[in-house]
Each structure stands twice: as C-alpha cells, then as structure tokens.
C-alpha cells in the first residue's frame, strides 16, 4: 500500500514494524492444500520493503490524533 501511495504522489511515507520477517498471507491457502511449502510464504520485511518509502523498525505505542503524532515503544515521536 506504501508503494502505491507513492505512486499517486503522497510524499514522505513511513511503514512502522517491527517484525524482521513478512508473512504473505495469500500464499498460505496453497500451503494448507498442499501445493507450497510453508517456508514460501515468509521473506525477509526488507526484501519487500518499497525502496522509495520509509522503514521504521519498532511498533507504534500511542497515536495522538490532535497532536498529529506517534509515539514509537521506544519513545521516539514521529510528526
């Protein structure tokens, strides 16, 4: 979604997560029926990562709408 946001013109976009390892979640129908192994469904988060948006490993903690920020479990604020 990132990507695509991107591509309309959004600027300065950021993906915030804290996982190392993305899940892709289509591919898990074809291993419940047998036709993929369980190992296909998993890559690295930064083999997926677009490469013209922002990668934040940590999570989000707080949201302050009013404030217009997030506040990362590390205590980072991010506008």
């Given at each position: 979604?990132?990507?695509?946001?991107?591509?309309?013109?959004v600027k300065d976009i950021v993906v915030?997560?804290?996982?190392?390892?993305?899940?892709?979640?289509?591919?898990?129908?074809?291993?419940?029926?047998?036709?993929?192994?369980?190992?296909?469904?998993?890559?690295?988060?930064?083999?997926?990562?677009?490469?013209?948006?922002?990668?934040?490993?940590?999570?989000?903690?707080?949201?302050?709408?009013?404030?217009?920020?997030?506040?990362?479990?590390?205590?980072?604020k991010i506008d």
């Open positions: 979604m990132a990507g695509r946001l991107k591509r309309y013109g915030i997560e804290p996982r190392d390892k993305h899940l892709y979640q289509r591919m898990y129908s074809h291993v419940a029926g047998g036709t993929a192994r369980a190992s296909v469904a998993v890559r690295s988060q930064a083999s997926v990562m677009s490469q013209r948006v922002g990668w934040i490993d940590d999570s989000v903690a707080l949201i302050h709408p009013d404030a217009n920020t997030v506040e990362l479990a590390s205590g980072a």
